[in-house]
């Protein structure tokens, strides 16, 4: 069974940098993709940013150059770099895995970040 567990998400000042964590338990295929959705109450989640297992990854506008998404393939994780971050970004993030060509898409449970102004 898979599972997608997420860390990070605090209170943080605007301007301020936090970093998101989503470990896989147990093991997904490839090619796959992981990435990280943002949702605020009464929104759809959107995307935030994604990576695939090759390296590639594409962002939000909203987010380019402030965010940076990696992962550890060795260890099925992904991570969410939030720099300069803004009340805007108030969100619960929820980390997302797809494995590429098939219907099998996993959620996290989601992690609330919080931006003060």
């Known amino acids: 069974q898979v599972q997608l567990v997420e860390s990070g998400g605090v209170l943080v000042q605007a301007g301020g940098s936090l970093r998101l964590s989503c470990a896989v338990s147990g093991s997904i295929s490839s090619p796959n993709a992981m990435g990280w959705y943002s949702q605020t109450p009464g929104k759809q989640r959107e995307l935030v940013a994604a990576i695939t297992s090759g390296g590639s990854s594409n962002y939000a506008d909203s987010v380019k150059g402030r965010f940076t998404i990696s992962r550890d393939n060795a260890k099925l994780t992904v991570y969410l770099q939030m720099n300069s971050l803004k009340p805007e970004d108030t969100a619960v993030y929820y980390c997302?895995?797809?494995?590429?060509?098939?219907?099998?898409?996993?959620w996290g449970q989601g992690t609330q970040v919080t931006v003060s102004s």
């Open positions: 997302n895995a797809v494995v590429l060509g098939t219907r099998y898409v996993y």
